[in-house]
Structure formats: C-alpha cells, structure tokens
C-alpha cells in the first residue's frame, strides 16, 4: 500500500501564506525552550485551531524539524543569552525557508550553503563589517564574508565558511592557570591559533592565506601533525595536508579594512580579479592586455571610478555591456 509522504500531502505549498508558515516555524521554537507550559500549549492550540492554513502550517514545521533537525537542543536547557538568540533566529530563518520550497527542495538540500545562510555574522559583496567580541577581539570582516563565533567553558573558536577576517586578538578575561581557551579560526583546510597576535584570514577554494602583523600565530592543517608557526611580517598558504614555507608578508594585506586597494605594479588581469571580489558581476578583460601593470591606492566604495580611471592611466577601454558584465579591451 502506497503511504503518502507528509512533507508532500496537504495544502500545496503555494497555498499557505508565508506569514503563517512563519508563525508557525516561531511556535515550534517557542515550544522547543518550553515544552512544560502549559499556558503556552493551551495558547499554540488556540492558534492550530483557528484554520485549516495553521494546522497544516504546523504539522509540516513539525515534519521538516524532524528530518532535519534544526532545533539546538540548547534553546531549552537555559535562560536565553545572546548565542542561544542567534541559534532562535538562525532556526527560525531555516524552517521558513524549508517550509516554503518544499517539496520541490528537498532533494537539492544537501547541496545548499546552509552554514553560510545561517551565519552569525556576514557582509554582502562590497561590504565591510567590524565587531568586538566579549572577549575584546575586534573582528573586521571582509567582502562576501560568512563566521560563526563559538565561545563557551573551553574555548574561542571562530568559524570562517567563506571571505576573509582581519583580528586583532584579545586577552581571555576568563583565564586562569588551570583553564586556557586558545582563540582559533577554523577553515575548510583547518586551524590558525592566534598567539597575541593581529592577523589576516583569507579562505579560498584551494587554501587558506594567513598573514600575521603583530605576534604570531601556529598553523594546523586538517590532515597533518605539523604545527608551524609564523611571525609577525610574514605570510603562509595551507591546504588540508600541509602550509607551504613562509613569505615577507604583503604590506598592503590589510588595507581593505580601511576600504582601500593598493597596487604596486599588479598585472591588470589579477588587480581586476581582486576588484570584482568587491563588485557584483562579472567583471573580465582580455588576454592581450591583461599584463599591463597598474599601481595606486583604490578607494573600494567606488568601484566604477576605479574601472573609469584605468582608462585615464593605461591604454584600454571599459566597456559595460550591463552594470554587471564589464569588459576591459585594448583602446
């Protein structure tokens, strides 16, 4: 016998209003940290009761929760602070979304970038974004940036799923001889531990970029044992397996935060592919060009007057078939 599946059966999904799967994903989070109220029991069974849309908005919030989990069991274990409000909110932000587009979603779900979605802090493209944390780290985040903060008994750890994070580390108020929570950053190929230290992050699809300016700082690879060290005024790249040897530092590695871009004689192909890290887009030239050496300080907030002002130092033209397919060719 053919059994229907839920997150299929009911009110089609275009059926039910996105305020009341909205009220519906808070009532469940409402439940999770309270699940002895009775006052709120008697309340959510008011609101089930008022139409068959809340009903049927309900039951799937409960379906999509229970396959793919998206409660923290710790919104009900303590007194709300505010990482138990970030989970709140980032649980709350899933089960609309996972309500909304199934069943049509529920294949590609794996496929998603839900950790990047549910960030506790991020910036879009073209954006920079600065933050102290309880600690007093002072976080500077970079364009198309995406973190989680993770501070609890044992340690400081920030998550980078995406983009770049300039820090400038501070003291644990929470140390003592016996406890030591080391402040990490954690990327795709693994960890850089922060030794007192002012330093930059940058996660790309092949390696991490670490650049130290103050102190120093101990590189874990994922999948190696060596832990190598790196002072301040120099720079390495790790993947999974290992770090490379370590490099003078670029002088200008941190200037973004202060929205700038230095060139000294970059190839004009690389100096635009680190401009359109900064604009929507696609943003390209051509080949016979693309050795041209550009040098200045940029100002990011105005990336078409950088593009205007390639013209006015170097022999191309821009050409913007939309704002957001540019082409530099040769004047």
């Known amino acids: 016998m053919h059994t229907a599946d839920p997150l299929t059966s009911g009110l089609p999904r275009e059926q039910l209003d996105r305020a009341v799967i909205r009220e519906a994903a808070q009532w469940l989070v409402r439940l999770n940290e309270s699940a002895h109220d009775p006052q709120l029991a008697a309340e959510l069974a008011q609101w089930r009761a008022r139409s068959e849309q809340h009903e049927q908005a309900w039951r799937r919030a409960q379906q999509v929760n229970d396959k793919f989990g998206l409660?923290?069991?710790?919104?009900?274990?303590?007194?709300?602070?505010?990482?138990?409000?970030?989970?709140?909110?980032?649980?709350?932000?899933?089960?609309?979304?996972?309500?909304?587009?199934?069943?049509?979603?529920?294949?590609?779900?794996?496929?998603?970038?839900?950790?990047?979605?549910?960030?506790?802090?991020?910036?879009?493209?073209?954006?920079?974004?600065?933050?102290?944390?309880?600690?007093?780290?002072?976080?500077?985040?970079?364009?198309?940036?995406?973190?989680?903060?993770?501070?609890?008994?044992h340690q400081r750890l920030i998550r980078l799923h995406r983009g770049e994070l300039l820090i400038d580390s501070g003291a644990d108020p929470l140390q003592t001889p016996e406890r030591h929570r080391p402040l990490r950053v954690l990327?795709?190929?693994?960890?850089?531990?922060?030794?007192?230290?002012?330093f930059v992050v940058r996660q790309q699809r092949e390696h991490t970029l670490v650049q130290v300016f103050d102190g120093a700082v101990e590189i874990e690879p994922r999948?190696?044992?060596?832990?190598?060290?790196?002072?301040?005024?120099?720079q390495l790249r790790f993947d999974s397996r290992g770090a490379g040897l370590p490099q003078p530092v670029d002088p200008h590695g941190a200037d973004w935060a202060e929205g700038v871009l230095v060139a000294d004689r970059l190839p004009l192909g690389r100096f635009l592919a680190e401009l359109s890290r900064y604009r929507p887009g696609l943003l390209r030239c051509d080949d016979s060009i693309a050795s041209l050496p550009v040098s200045g300080a940029f100002q990011l907030n105005n990336t078409d007057q950088v593009l205007a002002s390639l013209s006015y130092s170097l022999p191309v033209k821009v050409v913007y078939r939309t704002r957001y397919w540019v082409s530099i060719s040769a004047a």
């Open 223 to 234: 999948s190696s044992g060596r832990r190598p060290q790196i002072q301040a005024g120099q």
């Open 187 to 198: 990327t795709r190929h693994g960890g850089v531990r922060a030794l007192g230290t002012r």
């Open 71 to 153: 409660l923290p069991p710790q919104l009900g274990m303590s007194v709300l602070t505010e990482r138990s409000e970030l989970s709140r909110r980032r649980a709350i932000k899933s089960l609309v979304l996972l309500m909304t587009v199934l069943p049509a979603g529920v294949a590609g779900y794996q496929a998603l970038p839900w950790r990047e979605w549910q960030a506790d802090y991020s910036t879009r493209t073209g954006q920079q974004r600065s933050l102290t944390l309880n600690d007093g780290s002072e976080l500077t985040l970079n364009t198309d940036t995406a973190l989680d903060v993770q501070f609890d008994r």
